[in-house]
C-alpha cells in the first residue's frame, strides 16, 4: 500500500509569483484535505476535495484555490504570494465514511522571499 | 468554533520519565479526538485516536482517554525514551461536515539520556 506522497519537497519563490503543490492520496481515499502549518505552531485547515468537489474550507483567501482528479491525486494553488505564505503545506488523504482517520503526507516546505 | 489547547512547551525530561502531556478542547458536537507526531523534518503520523467518550486510545506505550465531563485527551506514556522526542498535536475532528482536523499549537518534547 502506498503512502500519501507531495511534491516538490522545497521550493522557493518571490512575492507575487505562484505556486503549485502536488499530492497523490494513499490507494482506496477519496477525500483529500490541505492544511497550512506555519513554524511553530499547529496545522491550520485551507479546504478540503471529495470526489473532485470542494468540500469544506477553512479561513483562507480565495488565491488558496485547489483541484481534485479523477484518481483522487489533488493540486493546491496559491496566487500572488505573499511572505506570510511561507510555511509547510500538508496534504492528508481519508475514506470520506465519517470517522475515517486523515493520513498525513510528508509536506511540502514553500518559503517566499 | 471547535478549538484544542494543549500545554506550552517545550518539556524536557529524563529517559524513562513519566510523561503527561494536557489537552483540553471546546467543540459544539462530539469529536473524535486525536494525538499526531511529528519527528523533525517530517509531516504528522497519526499516534492514537478516540471517537467516542470513555475510549482509550493506545499506541507504542502511549495511551490517552477520551473525557467528556473534562474536555480533555490528555496522553500519557509511563517510561520514555529518547527516540519519543518530536513534537506532539492534539487535534478533534467533527464527524459531520467536512471532517477537518482543528490541532493545538503542539508540545515540544525532548527526552535527555
Not at chain 2, 75 to 100: I, M, R
Amino acid at each position: 500500500e502506498t503512502g500519501v506522497t507531495q511534491s516538490p519537497t522545497h521550493l522557493i519563490k518571490t512575492r507575487g509569483q505562484q505556486v503549485t503543490l502536488r499530492c497523490s492520496s494513499q490507494s482506496g481515499h477519496n477525500t483529500v484535505s490541505w492544511y497550512q502549518q506555519a513554524l511553530g505552531q499547529g496545522p491550520q485547515f485551507i479546504f478540503q476535495y471529495y470526489r473532485e468537489e470542494e468540500n469544506g474550507r477553512g479561513n483562507f483567501p480565495p488565491r488558496f484555490s485547489g483541484l481534485q482528479f479523477p484518481n483522487y491525486s489533488s493540486e493546491l494553488n496559491v496566487n500572488a504570494l505573499e511572505l506570510d505564505d511561507s510555511a509547510l503545506y500538508l496534504c492528508a488523504s481519508s475514506s470520506r465514511t465519517g470517522l475515517e482517520t486523515q493520513y498525513f503526507g510528508p509536506g511540502t516546505r514553500l518559503l517566499v522571499l | 468554533g471547535d478549538s484544542v489547547t494543549q500545554m506550552e512547551g517545550p518539556v524536557t525530561l529524563s529517559e524513562e520519565a513519566f510523561l503527561t502531556i494536557n489537552c483540553t478542547y471546546t467543540a459544539t458536537g462530539y469529536p473524535s479526538l486525536f494525538w499526531y507526531v511529528q519527528y523533525p523534518g517530517e509531516g504528522l503520523q497519526l499516534l492514537l485516536k478516540a471517537t467516542k467518550a470513555d475510549d482509550k486510545g493506545s499506541n507504542k506505550g502511549f495511551e490517552a482517554t477520551y473525557r467528556k465531563e473534562t474536555t480533555s485527551f490528555h496522553l500519557e506514556k509511563g517510561s520514555v525514551q529518547v527516540s519519543d522526542s518530536a513534537v506532539y498535536f492534539c487535534a478533534l475532528s467533527d464527524p459531520k461536515g467536512a471532517q477537518k482536523l482543528v490541532f493545538g499549537q503542539g508540545t515540544r518534547l525532548t527526552i535527555n539520556p
